[in-house]
Structures are given as structure tokens and as C-alpha cells.
């Protein structure tokens, strides 16, 4: 079955710290990468996203992350965090020529960061 | 751009009684609507993927007659949770692709049912 994990459910670092969040995914084929985020009491909005080309993606806010096809995964990073990137962050797989374009989102990663 | 909202935002109901929630894409034509249920400190739960003009695909162990689905142009879906529950009481957000595989997703709906 198509899954994705991320297996840190909840980071805490202090600012200006670097970071980086996991993220794998169980599928054969090809497929079309997400990363989502959700600030406190707001709605999920894209942060950067993966189709095809540059496996390394640049997204809002700094961030970027990179896809490595042989390890499956698509891990999260920032090089320097700020007390506003604490939010809850969402790694998520759309198997390419999917029709019905399901979204198979990981569980979610808390962020923390302490001023 | 690529907006989605949702109305209400919260919604406070009495068991028994129904409640449609509301999911307009405001500057593009969705041709695809999904909902989903959040629980807290999980991960967003497919309900079901609507597509305009066509009857809803529901997801394994969600009762289609429970939550009604309509999508009823390319800018609006609605999902009607009948008879409602307390343990049907969480998070709704709903989301609109344009077919492109990218999915913007709507602010959400707390609905709590006593």
C-alpha cells in the first residue's frame, strides 16, 4: 500500500538553529511531491512541491528540500529557523498520472522553536 | 491566487440535527473537491473526492449516507453530515485541484456536536 512517513512527530530547536525533516514514501512509481504547513489555528498552505527536473526544490520562507528517487525520500530543510516557523509540516505524495489526484499526506511533524 | 474557503467556520450542533458545510474555490474553477477529517494531532483523513456534475467517491469506511456530498458547479462542494453524532464531532477541510495535482486547501470547519 502507498504510504508516507515521517518519523519525527515532534522537533524542538532553538532559533537560528538548521533543520531538517524526514520524509519517505512507499510507492513504485513515479510521483509528485508536497510539502504543506500549518501555522497554528490557520488552514494548510503549499510550501514547495516536486513534479519533475532539479530534485532540489527552493519553496517560501526559506525553505527547500530535496528528492532522492534510490531513497525515497523528500526530507525538509532550512538552514536557519525562526520562532514563526513553528507550525506543523506535512509531507505528502501524489502518484503521478493519478487521475484522481488522492494526496496520501505523512502524519505530520511538530515543529517547536524556542526565542 | 488559488483560494478555497470555508462557511462556517465553527459550527455548534445538537445530536440528531444535520449540518452542511460549504467549500467555494473564490478565483479558479475546481474540477476536483476533496474532503478530508482532521483528529487532533493527526494527519488529514480522505473522506472522499468529488468531482462536478458526478457523485462522490467515498473512501473505505466512510457511510456515504452519513456524509453527503454535492458539487454542484466548478467553484462549489458541499458536505451535509446527517444525523450527527458526538463522535462526529472534528475538524472538516475541505480542498479544490484544477487538475494539476497541486491541491489548495480551505481554513477548515470546527464542528462540535453535543
Known amino acids: 500500500a502507498q504510504s508516507v512517513s515521517q518519523h519525527n512527530h515532534h522537533v524542538i530547536l532553538s532559533e537560528a538553529a538548521s533543520l531538517e525533516l524526514g520524509c519517505n514514501y512507499s510507492y513504485g512509481g513515479t510521483v509528485n511531491l508536497f510539502w504543506y504547513v500549518q501555522y497554528p489555528g490557520q488552514h494548510l498552505q503549499l510550501l514547495l512541491k516536486?513534479?519533475?527536473?532539479?530534485?532540489l526544490v527552493k519553496g517560501i520562507k526559506g525553505f527547500e528540500a530535496e528528492f532522492i528517487k534510490s531513497k525515497f525520500s523528500f526530507n525538509l530543510r532550512k538552514p536557519s529557523v525562526q520562532w514563526s516557523d513553528t507550525a506543523e509540516y506535512f509531507c505528502?505524495?501524489?502518484?503521478?498520472?493519478?487521475?484522481?489526484?488522492?494526496?496520501?499526506f505523512g502524519s505530520g511533524t511538530r515543529l517547536s522553536i524556542r526565542p | 491566487g488559488a483560494v478555497v474557503s470555508q462557511h462556517p467556520s465553527r459550527v455548534i450542533c445538537k445530536s440528531g440535527t444535520s449540518v452542511k458545510i460549504e467549500c467555494r474555490s473564490l478565483d479558479f474553477q475546481a474540477t476536483t473537491m476533496f474532503w478530508y477529517r482532521q483528529f487532533p494531532k493527526k494527519s488529514l483523513m480522505l473522506m472522499a473526492t468529488?468531482?462536478?456534475?458526478?457523485?462522490?467517491?467515498?473512501e473505505q469506511g466512510v457511510e456515504k449516507d452519513k456524509f453527503l456530498i454535492n458539487h454542484a458547479s466548478l467553484t462549489l462542494s458541499t458536505l451535509t453530515v446527517t444525523s450527527a453524532h458526538p463522535e462526529d464531532s472534528s475538524f472538516y477541510i475541505c480542498?479544490?485541484?484544477?487538475?494539476?495535482?497541486?491541491?489548495?486547501f480551505g481554513p477548515g470547519t470546527r464542528l462540535t456536536v453535543l
Open positions: 505528502a505524495v501524489i502518484p503521478a498520472r493519478s487521475s484522481a489526484s488522492k494526496i496520501i
Open positions: 468529488s468531482n462536478e456534475g458526478s457523485k462522490a467517491t467515498y
Open positions: 480542498s479544490a485541484t484544477t487538475g494539476t495535482d497541486t491541491q489548495y
Open positions: 516536486y513534479f519533475s527536473g532539479d530534485p
